[in-house]
């Protein structure tokens, strides 16, 4: 629907493709308001979550990690795929001790998006967590996890140079600068 509420194609037939562990994927039959048929390829996801973790010093807690579809290493924010049914907010303390080690004192929610709609439905919710307590749980299974603690006021740098290049952890960082200025 557009912000009117009107619809601006009709579904004239789905059909689920493929089925991983996190994914199903399907191909839907639009109608467009002038009448023609569209094919949409859409990644269906159970949505996910990416916090800020912001230590006592104010620096910014970052995980470095090998991601095989970009076939390298990227630094980013911590961040997991919901389990189903599983609350946001529960997922994302999880993911902070399973990726960090530690657990959130204060787990404040900043803004989300959708992180490729043209042809995925994943959902990422954007959290700062502060007052950190170390409380560890082991990683998932085949995850290589470095921590990398980096100050805020390097952020900006660390994006303009490349050396952050993983777009939800670009997301989340311009909005704590822009909510919080530099010396949050």
Not at 23 to 51: F, P, S, Y
Not at 72 to 98: F, H, N, S
Request: a negative charge; hydrophobic letters at 40%.
């Amino acid at each position: 629907m557009d912000s009117d509420g009107v619809n601006l194609m009709k579904m004239i037939e789905s059909s689920v493709v493929a089925e991983g562990n996190i994914i199903k994927m399907r191909c839907d039959t639009l109608e467009t308001r002038a009448g023609h048929r569209v094919l949409r390829d859409v990644i269906e996801h159970r949505g996910a979550v990416a916090m800020v973790p912001i230590d006592s010093k104010g620096q910014v807690l970052l995980v470095r990690q090998y991601r095989h579809a970009a076939g390298k290493w990227l630094l980013e924010i911590p961040a997991g795929t919901l389990d189903p049914g599983e609350d946001p907010i529960l997922a994302a303390q999880r993911e902070l001790r399973e990726e960090v080690g530690f657990a959130a004192g204060r787990l404040e929610p900043i803004g989300g998006c959708y992180t490729s709609p043209g042809y995925s439905d994943e959902y990422l919710r954007f959290y700062v967590a502060r007052d950190l307590i170390q409380d560890p749980l082991e990683a998932d299974i085949g995850e290589e996890i470095e921590v990398r603690s980096v100050a805020l006021t390097d952020v900006r740098m660390l994006i303009a140079t490349g050396e952050i290049e993983d777009a939800k952890t670009i997301a989340a960082l311009l909005l704590i600068l822009h909510r919080d200025g530099e010396q949050s």
